[in-house]
């Protein structure tokens, strides 16, 4: 079935630093990557739309440049937060649409992320 | 704009049924969706259900639509302490990028022994 694999799990760093999370599909390719975000007891929201080989579609009110995001290949993306800061600290999760799933998607474990 | 909400808590006895609700606003979504997330866990799905489709059932999950109220329900037969999660209803939408999901706010389902 597909899969999809998401690093690290889980990721404590200072602020101020960079944190790289990736996300990558294990038997299939994905032109398109979703990342979301989840606060504590809260739904998931989109963040971006990750498409390979060009630039990400970021939702109303995320901002480009501290949420990076690269999809250089069929099976990578990622997600940088630069310059991290307490409020980043969150549950970031990955999806991928599959098709013949009827158009369902599958996720990646998420990566909690814990700026100190 | 899309809304999806859900209420927020569910709690039943081992061996009972467990009801989840969930409505939503896009009326031109194709696909329908249950996920259950575990504490510290991804989001794994349950089951889907086609917007022409009224009922589904996948073992002890049974799934309701009923479309012109906008209404989504998910049914576990014999819960079980294992169910206990949080369960997130999303239906596919649009938006600039293509196809995306819009989730409810998630209902957390514990089962007592």
């Known amino acids: 079935g597909a899969v999809v694999s998401q690093h690290p799990s889980w990721v404590i760093c200072k602020s101020g630093t960079s944190v790289k999370i990736e996300c990558r599909s294990l038997?299939?390719?994905?032109?398109?990557m979703f990342w979301y975000r989840q606060f504590p007891k809260q739904s998931l929201m989109l963040m971006a739309t990750?498409?390979?080989?060009?630039?990400?579609?970021?939702e109303q009110g995320v901002e480009k440049d501290k949420f990076l995001i690269n999809h250089a290949s069929l099976t990578l993306s990622t997600l940088t937060v630069t310059s991290a800061h307490p409020e980043d600290s969150s549950f970031y999760i990955c999806?991928?649409?599959?098709?013949?799933?009827?158009?369902?998607?599958?996720f990646g474990s998420g990566t909690r992320l814990t700026v100190v | 704009g899309e809304d999806v909400e859900q209420s927020l808590f569910l709690s039943v006895r081992e061996g009972d049924s467990s009801v989840i609700n969930c409505t939503y606003t896009?009326?031109?979504?194709?696909?329908l969706y249950w996920y259950k997330q575990e504490p510290g866990a991804g989001l794994q799905l349950l089951t889907y259900i086609f917007s022409n489709m009224d009922m589904k059932q996948d073992q002890r999950l049974t799934v309701l639509l009923n479309k012109k109220d906008k209404h989504l329900s998910l049914r576990i037969a014999d819960t079980q302490t294992g169910d206990s999660a949080i369960y997130f209803c999303?239906?596919?939408?649009?938006?600039?990028?293509?196809?995306?999901?819009?989730f409810g706010g998630g209902t957390r389902l514990m089962v007592k022994p």
């Open positions: 990750s498409n390979e080989g060009s630039k990400a579609t970021y």
């Open positions: 038997d299939f390719q994905a032109t398109t």
């Open positions: 999303a239906e596919s939408t649009m938006n600039n990028a293509g196809n995306m999901l819009t």
């Open positions: 896009d009326s031109s979504s194709t696909y």
């Open positions: 999806s991928v649409p599959v098709t013949g799933l009827a158009q369902g998607y599958t």
